[in-house]
Nanobody, 122 residues
Framework: QVQLAESGGGSVQAGGSLRLSCAAS????????MAWFRQAPGKERDRVAC???????KHTVSAEGRFTAYEDHARNTLYLHMNNLKPEDTATYYC????????????????WGQGTQVTVSS
């Protein structure tokens, strides 16, 4: 089992920045894919960023280049740095993990975090 703990969410004004963290613990492995998703009220969960860590492939982060995703492999932690936040970025942000290959393409995820809330006011 792998546990994921997201942190770093909060309330900011438009134009502000936040850095989200997702710490993986338990039966982690060097072979993995990790991703960030977000879900706004009444909307579907959308993928924000995805890293096929084992294959060293980073998929394009959405949000017009304002977001940067990166992994600290030694700390088993995935980050999402968000700049120039907009009210439409308001959502619950979730971390996903899978001990596999190319999960960014397959869309299959074994583990999910509980989510961290990001609220951006205008």
């Amino acid at each position: 089992q792998v546990q994921l703990a997201e942190s770093g969410g909060g309330s900011v004004q438009a134009g502000g920045s936040l850095r989200l963290s997702c710490a993986a613990s338990g039966s982690t492995s060097d072979r993995r894919s990790m991703a960030w998703f977000r879900q706004a009220p009444g909307k579907e969960r959308d993928r924000v960023a995805c890293l096929d860590v084992s294959a060293n492939i980073k998929h394009t982060v959405s949000a017009e280049g304002r977001f940067t995703a990166y992994e600290d492999h030694a700390r088993n932690t995935l980050y999402l740095h968000m700049n120039n936040l907009k009210p439409e970025d308001t959502a619950t942000y979730y971390c996903a993990y899978d001990p596999g290959w190319y999960n960014c393409a397959s869309g299959s995820w074994s583990y999910w975090g509980q989510g961290t809330q990001v609220t951006v006011s205008s």
